[in-house]
T-cell receptor, first 119, second 111 residues
Framework: GAVVSQHPSWVICKSGTSVKIECRSL??????MFWYRQFPKQSLMLMAT?????????EQGVEKDKFLINHASLTLSTLTVTSAHPEDSSFYIC???????????????FGPGTRLTVL | LAKTTQPISMDSYEGQEVNITCSHN???????ITWYQQFPSQGPRFIIQ???TKVTNEVASLFIPADRKSSTLSLPRVSLSDTAVYYC????????????FGAGTRLAVHP
């Protein structure tokens, strides 16, 4: 199957700093990628839809100025957590759908996730 | 997007068949039913997708009754490595529709 990578796999930063997380589709092109956040023992929460060449679409309640998304190419989307605070500590996961996958509409390929800890 | 409801947790033993049922009363005509598996500290992994009746692949079967208001994921002869959270989702056909995850079912397989 298609592979999605994320970098870094984990990051620890000080409060007030910004952190950038990369999401790459390694062997397929993705005009659309998705960013999720997951707190311990909870489900994934969709944060935003990243669209190649255009602005991201944010879910209700997600601050677009705090979580900056850039999708500059068909294989790369980045999420920047600006002025991070301890409450932003979470597991961030991206996903993408292989445009060539045909009729498996519900199939998305997820990255391994990035563990962010803000001190 | 149709809301899904699943049991919060289930327990089983190695070698048994596990059936996880999901209700999606408001499923729309163009919705497909999709199941994902997630291990701790990993991204979810697609298991199976279906529209109606029965779908089977190398890891699971998916049973969908005629009214499509529920579905059942069947895992044959589970092993300890099947301990994970299983999510039932509905996804619209076509396009690049977002997936909304519910609470999922936490399956624990015991020796």
């Amino acid at each position: 199957g298609a592979v999605v990578s994320q970098h870094p796999s984990w990051v620890i930063c000080k409060s007030g700093t910004s952190v950038k997380i990369e999401c790459r589709s390694l062997d397929f092109q993705a005009t659309t990628m998705f960013w999720y956040r997951q707190f311990p023992k909870q489900s994934l929460m969709l944060m935003a839809t990243s669209n190649e060449g255009s602005k991201a679409t944010y879910e209700q309640g997600v601050e677009k100025d705090k979580f900056l998304i850039n999708h500059a190419s068909l294989t790369l989307s980045t999420l920047t957590v600006t002025s991070a605070h301890p409450e932003d500590s979470s597991f961030y996961i991206c996903s993408a759908r292989d445009q060539a996958s045909g009729g498996r509409w519900g199939e998305q390929f997820f990255g391994p996730g990035t563990r962010l800890t803000v001190l | 997007l149709a809301k899904t409801t699943q049991p919060i947790s289930m327990d089983s033993y190695e070698g048994q068949e596990v059936n996880i049922t999901c209700s999606h009363n408001n499923i729309a005509t163009n919705d497909y039913i999709t199941w994902y598996q997630q291990f701790p500290s990993q991204g979810p992994r697609f298991i199976i997708q279906g529209y109606k009746t029965k779908v089977t692949n190398e890891v699971a079967s998916l049973f969908i009754p005629a009214d499509r208001k529920s579905s059942t994921l069947s895992l044959p002869r589970v092993s300890l490595s099947d301990t994970a959270v299983y999510y039932c989702l509905v996804a619209l056909s076509g396009g690049y529709n977002k997936l909304i995850f519910g609470a999922g079912t936490r399956l624990a397989v015991h020796p």
